[in-house]
């Protein structure tokens, strides 16, 4: 079983919106701070953005702050992320992230192209 499983990936174009989600099974997800990441080949991943446990609290990444909200859904068992208004330079293979010290699990990703 996948702990964590991304989906909403896909092509869009500069302007344009994308939701990602994220559902966990296997774990306690209430109990867990949700993150996403994301990475483009040859760089670090690096951390978009994170939401507390019960979504009392978010922190975004300077350059996605104003365009991407992170929310989730305890009941769901679900994170989601939202991007408006895409750039070319968001373009990345995006994670979902979990933790709950010291436990953490990463989702096996899914791609974001913006392109015209």
């Known amino acids: 079983q996948v702990p964590l499983v991304e989906s909403g990936g896909g092509l869009a174009q500069p302007g344009f919106s994308l939701r990602l989600s994220c559902t966990a099974s296997?774990?306690?997800?209430?109990?867990?701070?949700m993150s996403w990441y994301r990475q483009v080949p040859g760089k670090e991943r690096e951390l978009v953005a994170s939401?507390?446990?019960?979504?009392?609290?978010?922190n975004y990444a300077a350059s996605v702050k104003g365009r991407f909200t992170i929310s989730r859904d305890n009941a769901k068992n679900t994170v989601y992320l939202q991007m408006n208004s895409l750039k070319p330079e968001d373009t990345a293979a995006y994670y979902c992230h979990a933790r709950w010290t010291p436990y953490v699990y990463w989702g096996q990703g899914t791609q974001v192209t913006v392109s015209s």
């Open positions: 296997g774990f306690t997800f209430s109990r867990y701070a």
């Open positions: 939401i507390t446990s019960i979504g009392d609290n978010t």
